[in-house]
């Protein structure tokens, strides 16, 4: 891991980087270093993300999508999903995206991805791209990818277009105000899954959506954090480098639906690797799952694991099962993440035996 | 008339159906990329066009995604990075495909979708009508209509160079009936590659624009030289000025499909009337059928048998339903005693669109004719030459008496 003392140096230090959009020159070699230092990165890398965007204060997702365009190789479209990124960054006159982007509609990231893709390749094979090559990156919410877009995703991925599919997790959708969707984890508060007297919030466990993208046989499928900043870089090039289709799980905090601090977004996601809440893997295809980061360490040292309390502690959308009449369902969820996390122990190739 | 560029004897005769028509066609036209679905009866498109991929007769990307939805998505994401696009579907197919009309057009992409016409369910039914087209009215896309399988090959082609005019940069929708025209075989004149290429100018090349934040002209698409953001949210202070280059493209797109249709006879020797309207026998008619499609060519007929009984019968079709040629209708009718507007579809609780569309355009008329709806042929059942006299009978009777009993009809449906 690359230590804390950089972060706190870009904190404290005053690298101002370039602000504008990147314009890639035809014709031209274009192949960026993945760099983990972060004050070169943060003096040499543009931003694909500009400020001034609209996202709440303390938004996770807008982190990640900065985060992930320190890890670009080259050359890259995104294709965005209707949701908190795509309102926030794009109203116009304005856009905050320093890189070509579109936004066409909820459901179909996946699918407008994939003909961003057969463009170029018809492109290229016809002599008309004047790029080696043109990394394409879909970019959606929950809603959009486990509920409204899994059938446009998982069409993508059998289909084996080269896209790197990345989903910002937020748990809900946020973007509507704060209703339920297949990736909201259980008991947890949202205006439509409300803790009343005779439910408890959500009664459903999140999908296991990265899993079913790995069931898909695609190259290669990760979950990420921006805690885990270095792990994610690490991730987000792996999954443009791999020769086909790639998903990028990376949980993303809501302050105003998971109802917490502004400051703790980085912090949540921190805890909810630490409690093996959402374990940090890559699957690489034809070799298996593997732990990576922190989630490693905790396989390696048990001791390490924190447990659910402190995940849900700084959220007000569990606050009904951390009082005393919610033990229960506490317990359940305790025993619904052990579960999880001890099934991938028993799958993970780097796991101890 | 002049002799065309390629005449008759340098074009290939291809016995082929209407499906076939527009899959030869497409294979011609450059196309970067296919997505599409199949759902009958457009799935000899499809079919015929993997075999040519298969065969590396082309260098098309074909797209089999999982819906039409991803279909119209896919082609959006593929015109948006500057392709050439191409997908066919009908009724539910075009159904699913619905908010991506809407994005297809209101973000210009010239992309073309080859429609064939089919019975919307419940209950299923897999035969013509145009309840699918009907339901894409408002969509932004242009709408064609073609009579037979020469004119569903030569349409398509044209279809790419109408939606990709600097002035009009709008998707087009190429309309043939089902299984009338998509599985029916017929003699169709094909030409060589190098005129269809020719034709169109060889690839797609997207149209520039000053985007003001990089302060330059750069071409619409996604380019990793000039990142635009395409697509972004637009609220009441601007989408409504947004709306305004769009409603002046459709009023532009009628020129365009004159021209191209005039362009299109120089180079083959067809035209199709003036590319919007195809009339037959109006000049000195007393009543006349308006109608789109396969239908066109049994009104013709009948009324050529009528005409000769000494009925003064005539037919018009439209080959361009969106946008609607208003003043051309108008004028042609002008003098008209009775006219009867055909629906191969329906509004339920109102008239059929056609017949709201051709009575906007007499509102205006100070020598207006009588109007009568005849709803037929839903679900693919047959307009028989009997039908069509029907028609003309009563139509006839209606210029007689001078007024329109019943305004709606429906003809050749049991009690």
């Not at chain 2, 969106?322 to 051309?328: D, K």
Request: proline content about 6%; glycine content about 8%.
């Amino acid at each position: 891991m690359c230590g804390a003392e950089e972060v706190s140096e870009v904190s404290s230090g005053n690298p101002q980087p370039e602000i504008g959009p990147i314009e890639y020159e035809y014709g031209k070699e274009h192949s960026l270093p993945l760099e983990f230092n972060l004050r070169k990165l943060a003096e040499t890398r543009k931003p694909i993300l500009l400020p001034g965007h609209r996202l709440c204060a303390g938004c996770g997702a807008a982190i990640v999508v900065k985060l992930i365009g320190y890890a670009l190789r080259g050359p890259t479209v995104i294709a965005n999903a209707t949701g908190c990124v795509e309102v926030a960054t794009t109203i116009f006159p304005y856009t905050s995206w320093a890189i070509p982007w579109i936004h066409v509609a909820f459901e179909n990231a996946a699918a407008v991805a994939s003909g961003i893709e057969a463009a170029y390749k018809a492109l290229q094979e016809t002599g008309r791209l004047p790029y080696k090559n043109i990394d394409v990156i879909a970019l959606a919410g929950d809603g959009g990818t486990y509920d409204i877009g899994i059938q446009a995703l998982s069409g993508m991925a059998e289909r084996g277009h080269k896209v790197l599919y990345v989903l910002y997790d937020n748990e809900a959708y946020m973007n509507t105000g704060i209703q339920r969707s297949g990736g909201t984890p259980m008991f947890a508060w949202t205006t439509t899954s409300p803790v009343g007297s005779a439910i408890p919030g959500k009664t459903q466990p999140k999908k296991p959506i990265a899993d079913i993208m790995v069931a898909h046989r695609i190259p290669y499928v990760a979950t990420a954090t921006a805690a885990h900043w270095a792990d994610l870089f690490r991730k987000v090039r792996k999954g443009l480098e791999v020769n086909g289709p790639a998903f990028l799980h990376v949980l993303s905090s809501c302050n105003r639906g998971w109802r917490h601090g502004l400051e703790t977004a980085v912090e949540i996601s921190r805890r909810a690797v630490d409690t093996c809440y959402f374990p940090l893997w890559e699957y690489k295809l034809g070799e298996g799952y593997y732990l990576t980061d922190r989630s490693l360490q905790i396989a390696r040292n048990p001791k390490l694991k924190q447990p659910i309390e402190k995940y849900l502690e700084l959220q007000e959308r569990f606050r009904h099962i951390l009082r005393p009449e919610g033990k229960e369902l506490l317990k359940q969820l305790q025993e619904y993440v052990d579960a999880v996390w001890q099934d991938l122990l028993s799958r993970a190739v780097n796991a101890p035996k | 008339m002049l002799k065309p560029k390629v005449p008759l004897e340098k074009q290939k005769v291809m016995p082929v159906n209407g499906d076939e028509a527009v899959a030869y066609a497409v294979k011609q036209c450059l196309v970067d990329v296919v997505a599409a679905y199949p759902i009958t009866p457009q799935t000899i498109i499809v079919e015929r066009f993997s075999e040519f991929v298969a065969n590396g007769e082309v260098k098309t990307q074909y797209v089999p995604v999982e819906s039409e939805h991803s279909a119209m998505s896919a082609c959006i994401g593929a015109a948006a990075a500057g392709a050439r696009a191409f997908t066919s579907t009908s009724a539910q197919g075009l159904a699913l495909m619905w908010e991506n009309l809407y994005i297809a057009s209101g973000l210009r992409l010239p992309i073309v979708m080859a429609v064939v016409n089919r019975a919307l369910s419940a209950p299923i039914n897999i035969h013509c009508d145009h309840s699918d087209a009907y339901g894409m009215r408002d969509s932004g896309w242009i709408q064609l209509f073609v009579e037979n399988s020469q004119e569903a090959y030569d349409t398509t082609i044209q279809a790419f160079k109408i939606a990709e005019h600097p002035e009009v940069q709008l998707p087009v929708a190429v309309n043939l009936d089902g299984f009338f025209l998509s599985h029916t075989l017929e003699n169709v004149y094909m030409l060589p590659d190098e005129e269809v290429r020719n034709f169109l100018g060889g690839y797609r090349k997207p149209v520039k624009t000053y985007i003001d934040y990089l302060n330059r002209e750069v071409e619409y698409k996604l380019d990793p030289a000039n990142p635009l953001s395409i697509g972004p949210l637009d609220l009441y202070d601007y989408y409504f000025e947004h709306k305004m280059p769009q409603v002046e493209a459709m009023r532009k797109a009628s020129d365009v499909v004159r021209e191209v249709n005039e362009e299109w006879r120089e180079l083959t020797g067809r035209s199709y009337g003036d590319g919007v309207i195809d009339s037959y026998a109006v000049e000195d008619a007393d009543v006349v059928a308006i109608v789109l499609g396969s239908s066109a060519g049994t009104m013709k007929y009948v009324a050529s048998v009528m005409r000769q009984k000494g009925f003064k019968v005539g037919v018009v079709r439209l080959r361009m339903f969106r946008p609607f040629p208003f003043n051309e209708v108008r004028d042609l009718l002008k003098g008209v005693k009775a006219v009867g507007v055909m629906d191969r579809g329906l509004s339920f609780g109102s008239f059929g669109p056609l017949y709201l569309e051709v009575s906007t355009a007499l509102y205006y008329s100070k020598e207006r004719p009588l109007l009568v709806n005849y709803v037929y042929g839903l679900g693919g059942r047959d307009l028989s030459p009997a039908m069509a006299e029907e028609v003309f009978m009563d139509l006839t009777k209606v210029a007689e008496l001078g007024e329109v009993k019943e305004y709606l009809k429906f003809i050749g449906v049991r009690s």
